[in-house]
């Protein structure tokens, strides 16, 4: 699939996610710039509240026994929080499962491998590995079920 296509699938999963977190969490979403290190700003009456990070995976939730997040969003989120004392969200869509989990929880870290594959790497496949964040499944909090 070419990269257009693909970014637009992204943009709609990510819209549709959204719209579910300003009902469950009653807040507004704004969508950061393309730039940024999150995909939306949640706030209520103008007052920003937390960051959020949106993923969507084909596989069910349980499949794997962590998500990975890579080591730049991480710091991202700990420049974020520690500056604003906004909390930082890392939502998920699942086959059957939509959860979230804020960024300062537990993590254990491991190498990506040569086979990660980063949306933005304009060095090539020789520099792709990176330093992970691997977080547990059981941290995650369901919202919602698919």
Known sequence: ????????????????????????????MHRQHSLAQFDFIAHRNGVPVSFVEIRKRRKEMMTYPTVIISMTKLIAAKYQTDITGLPCFFVVEWSDKTAYVDLECHKTFSLSGNNWKRRHNEYGPQTNIELLGNIDINQFKVLKFN
């Open 1 to 28: 699939m070419f990269e257009g296509a693909y970014k637009e699938r992204d943009y709609e999963h990510e819209e549709k996610i959204a719209r579910l977190l300003e009902e469950k969490w009653a807040c507004t």
